[in-house]
């Protein structure tokens, strides 16, 4: 049985490096319990959209960037 796990956050572009260290700590938890692959994604061009968009969905205040993991 395959499970795919996703979630999208707003991190203050000042704290990126905290985040990447964060997320390579977690990662390796995740790999004890068995996780085959696991992605991060930092922002370089998310559009806002029309009606919605990850933007609006978490909130992302001015200086935060979209992270989709």
Not at 6 to 26: D, F, G, H, Q
Not at 30 to 58: K, L, N, Q, S, Y
């Amino acid at each position: 049985m395959s499970c795919i796990q996703r979630c999208v956050l707003a991190v203050p572009e000042v704290s990126k490096e905290a985040y990447r260290k964060m997320a390579e700590e977690v990662n390796a938890i995740f790999g004890e319990f068995g996780t085959i692959e696991v992605m991060e994604a930092w922002e370089e061009d998310v559009p806002d959209g029309e009606h919605t968009d990850f933007r609006r969905a978490v909130k992302a205040e001015p200086g935060e960037k979209i992270v989709f993991s």
